[in-house]
Structures are given as C-alpha cells and as structure tokens.
C-alpha cells in the first residue's frame, strides 16, 4: 500500500505560514522554517502590542487634557476630582477630544469644575 502524505493538507498549511511571512526580508519570507519561526514571533508582538496601545491612547489622552487644564489654571488632578463631585461622566477619550478640538467648550467644563469644588 502506498504512503499516504496528505499532500494538499501540508501544503496548505506552508503555504499559510509563507503568507503571513509576506514583506519579511531575506529568507524569513522564503524559506519555511525561517518564515515559522519570524510569523510566530509577529503574532508575539501583536498580541502584545495590542494591549500596549491601549495604555499608550491613554497616556496620550492624560497628556492633552493635562495641557488643556494648564491652559485654564487648573491641575489635571483637580480637574478630575472636580468632574466626579460635579457628577460630569465624561472618559478620557471624550474630555480629550474636546480639549484638543473645542477649546473654548472645556474651558466651560473647567468652570462648571471649579463650582463644584
């Protein structure tokens, strides 16, 4: 009886691999053993990375409505207590997309915080 490969099955799943591979340089795009070896460590970081930017959107939201609030003589941490004792439920994405687009709009939010405290 002939060995049986399951040929088509194999080569699928190389070629899969190969794909993914695609745009690395030298022989980590060519040759398969390479290629696994570079794919797998590319899944690595992007699951990383993936929770990373999370936390880098974060920090850069902070950043802004930290410049915001310097601009209208309030510290970022006053500015966030102020928001809670206010009952304003705004997240940082929001706040920040306000502080950079409508100045003049947080600067009402920076009043509305100063009666509050």
């Known amino acids: 009886m002939p060995r049986a490969t399951n040929a088509p099955a194999s080569r699928q799943r190389r070629k899969k691999v190969l794909k993914r591979a695609k745009g690395y340089r030298q022989g980590r795009s060519k040759l ?3 290629a696994k070896e570079f794919s797998e460590k590319g899944l690595t970081y992007a699951y ?3 929770r990373t930017k999370k936390r880098n959107f974060r920090a850069l939201w902070i950043t802004r409505i930290s410049a915001a609030c310097q601009n209208n003589d309030i510290s970022y941490s006053r500015f966030i207590s102020g928001l809670k004792k206010a009952n304003i439920n705004l997240n940082r994405k ?14 009402d939010l920076v009043k509305r915080v100063r009666e509050a405290i």
């Open 32 to 34: 398969f053993k390479r």
């Open 48 to 50: 990383r990375d993936r």
């Open 94 to 107: 929001s706040l920040a997309n306000i502080a950079f687009n409508n100045p003049d709009v947080f600067s």
